[in-house]
């Protein structure tokens, strides 16, 4: 069966600092998609970004970076010079594509407190 | 573009009563999920309409169900409400029922059951 594992249960940092954020997961398709989304206190969930089984190039967006691997069922990622506009609960999910279970897992998400 | 749109944003019940709630999906996209959120169980997936029919269902009781109408907006009905119902409760909107397609969420609809 599919899980998403978040070990990371609250970060506590101080802006400028670097973090990064763990995700690793399990599922038996050889087709999947990745994603993280961020959910700031308002309750809205905001995507982040999406990473499909067969693309394991790292991205970097702004501040924003993910390394995906494969070899270790892992897709971290790391916030460069945070800020505390960056302070949320941030999940990674996995969809499967081959079972046809398309609903995301979610991990149970890592809350990220950045201090000014 | 507006983004998915959910109400009410809060609702109180009592044990035993019902309660819809109701989603808006982004303009084109034609596939709407629902999901739990509780600090207990996280995040779950109750289920996934699309044209009207629903595609995949999660792993809740009957009590839980939904429906889509043609202009894709969705609504979800809890009957018999129990305590443990209490949660955030989250529609996601999407272009198709591919998994690759992006779930764009709403703010959600937290209820509160006494």
């Known amino acids: 069966a599919q899980k998403v594992t978040q070990a990371q249960t609250e970060i506590s940092v101080v802006e400028k600092e670097d973090v990064t954020l763990d995700c690793v997961y399990e599922?038996?398709?050889?087709?999947?998609?990745l994603f993280w989304y961020k959910q700031p206190p308002s309750g809205e969930l905001v995507f982040l970004i999406r990473r499909n089984s067969f693309d394991e190039q790292n991205e970097i967006s702004g501040r924003y970076s993910w390394n995906f691997q494969k070899s270790t069922s892992s897709f971290n990622f790391t916030i460069t010079a945070s800020q505390v506009v960056d302070s949320a609960v941030y999940f990674c999910a996995l969809s499967e594509a081959g079972t046809g279970r398309r609903a995301l897992t979610f991990g149970s998400g890592t809350r990220l407190q950045v201090q000014p | 573009k507006a983004g998915v749109t959910q109400t009410p944003r809060y609702l109180i019940k009592t044990r035993g009563q019902q309660v819809t709630l109701s989603c808006s999906p982004i303009s084109g996209h034609r596939s709407v999920s629902w999901y739990q959120q509780t600090p207990g169980q996280g995040l779950q997936f109750l289920f996934e309409y699309f044209s009207e029919t629903q595609r995949n269902k999660g792993n809740f009781p009957g009590r839980f169900s939904g429906r889509q109408f043609s202009n894709s907006r969705s609504e979800m009905n809890v009957s018999t409400l129990e305590l443990g119902d209490s949660a955030l409760y989250l529609c996601?909107?999407?272009?198709?029922?591919?998994?690759?397609?992006?779930?764009?969420f709403g703010a959600g609809t937290r209820l509160s059951v006494l």
């Open positions: 996601a909107s999407s272009l198709g029922t591919d998994s690759q397609n992006i779930q764009y």
């Open positions: 599922t038996r398709d050889t087709t999947y998609y």
